[in-house]
């Protein structure tokens, strides 16, 4: 029997309007935010949700406790669904990080595996911890439907696992949108299949975010998109 696995990234915060690196700053969804996670409810309201995990910052949890709705149905915190820390980058947008560190950005922009910010993460470190999440909370929910709310890097990176890609291509896949469904199913023999790769087709273009990673790289001035 397979075990079904939706993943939603959060919806938009105010510091992703802004092009800030969010990271582990706990600040929650904001007013489109809130329409996009009732979107993603919309258009999960006939699928059978068997459990939902969260990453513990706000603006997934609160775009946990939207879908849920009126299902009678905990939400589980996990730290391992947590993103990337951008230590002292949080805060800042991509100019003032280069202002700040110069030269950091382009290593961030190019050589993504090599990145260390101060006082953060490594992406092969989220890397490492969105892979354990996943599969401990798919160890102990065979054959259910799991929902998960994440964010876009650990998201991502979960993916590129999925693909046997690596760290250095994560600009050049499909960016996952703010609210977007992220599908697999996994057989009892660990097989991901990928159904479905951030799928937004039900958030009307107004209340869609351009995406900071556009043709294989940020957009300069717009380097955060957490």
């Not at 030269?103 to 090599?114: F, N, S, V, Y």
């Not at 964010?151 to 996952?176: A, N």
Request: aromatic content about 6%; some cysteine; glycine content about 8%.
């Amino acid at each position: 029997m397979k075990t079904k696995v939706i993943m939603v990234r959060h919806g938009e915060t105010e510091w992703n309007v802004r092009c800030k690196f969010l990271g582990s700053v706990d600040i929650p969804l904001n007013e489109k935010g809130r329409r996009q996670a009732g979107y993603a409810k919309e258009a999960l309201k006939d699928e059978q949700i068997d459990v939902i995990y969260t990453s513990p910052m706000r603006r997934a949890l609160e775009t946990g406790e939207i879908i849920r709705g009126s299902r009678t149905l905990p939400i589980l915190p996990d730290e391992g669904l947590r993103e990337i820390c951008c230590g002292k980058w949080e805060g800042l947008d991509g100019r003032e990080v280069e202002a700040r560190y110069p030269g950091q950005m382009a290593l961030w922009r190019d050589h993504p595996e090599k990145i260390k910010i101060e006082g953060g993460d490594t992406f092969q470190e989220v890397s490492d911890r969105i892979i354990e999440a996943f599969w401990r909370i798919v160890g102990s929910n065979r054959g259910r439907t799991i929902l998960i709310t994440s964010h876009m890097i650990c998201l991502t990176l979960l993916l590129m696992h999925f693909e046997g890609r690596q760290i250095s291509e994560i600009w050049d896949v499909k960016p996952i949108g703010n609210a977007a469904l992220t599908i697999v199913e996994v057989s009892d023999d660990d097989k991901v299949e990928i159904i479905s790769w951030s799928d937004d087709s039900f958030v009307p273009e107004e209340d869609k975010k351009g995406s900071a990673l556009v043709a294989g790289r940020h957009r300069p001035g717009r380097e955060s998109d957490e």
